[in-house]
């Protein structure tokens, strides 16, 4: 079994394995990587290889799951590249509920993760504006009306930051929430100002990064997480996008990250997805604040809560937000023209 994280019994997966009729097993072993609060493991059987889930905590409302499966299951009927999920044997239900967990079973796609080329870059754009075509007339149901432009939330958490009762050195993170707050404000008037709220909103992804995919000769092989649906204007689903294809890291410490993102990777992401869906120039010219603003959004609600993000100082991972926050609102000029190309 994998070091770390939550793991299954054997007694769970004899219960779980035996709600599909998939053969005899043949082997099972664990695959590491992604969240560590939802175990996963490889099932061969004398049917096939599948990739057994079990959902976190905290993300295992049965609602939620079952629309976003249903989502699936729409984009598969379209030819869209998603993972296929496997019913139960009795109830044929593809989120199996037992002992307070969730569980998903799905057939095993084989794939490499994203490599950073141009090819790639784009590829997973036009799959991005396909998705969102989509996904444009589909019901919204069950997913939260939410988005990170704008936000109460955002705001509250980067006051937190900024107070005695934050765990972080009080007087420098007073000066970098502080200065945040401005970027934030300011980035959030600008977006509003170009028509926001006339925008038309559907489901959109949420969480469009490269630890999302696997790719397969260049092209996307299966689209791996739901988790994070929600209705929005699918414009802040691309500026979150551009942002995580984009941002420019590599180096344990953020102090040693640079200010600059990859602006090869932003005009390439935005042109493949402009090949497949139009935007309007107000859009355009909307995205470089988006992506202070979901950059600024991402990151203050664990270090408000935590002091940390993930593993990292907050009070580091901050400043170094701040310093691209910074790049992104001095280049504009020069970005934005790119964008329109």
Known sequence: MPRGGVQFSS???VCVLSHYDIGVILRIKPLSGGNRRSPKMVVISEQGKYLLKRRPR???DL????FAHEIQRHLEENDFPVTILLATRKRHETALRLDHHIYELFEFVSGSRYDGSPEETAEAARQLARFHRLMADYPHGQPPINCYHDSSAVRRHLKTIGTNRSALPSQKMRVTSDTLMRLYNDSSIC??????DSWPRQIIHGDWHPGNMLFSRHKIAALLDFDSIRVASPVTDLANA??????VSGRPNPNDWP????????ARFIKGY?????LDKNKLDALVDLMIETM????????????FFGHLSGTDFLDMILRKAKWLDKHRDKLIPTFCW
């Open 11 to 13: 007694e769970e997966l």
């Open 296 to 307: 600024i959004a991402e990151a203050v609600l664990p270090i408000a809560a935590t002091g």
């Open 242 to 247: 551009m942002l995580q294809f984009s941002i």
């Open 63 to 66: 609602a939620r799951v079952v």
């Open 259 to 266: 200010d600059y993102f990859d602006e090869d990777k932003l």
């Open 58 to 60: 905290g993300k295992d």
């Open 274 to 278: 402009r090949s497949v869906a139009e």
């Open 191 to 196: 977006v509003s100002e170009l028509g926001f």
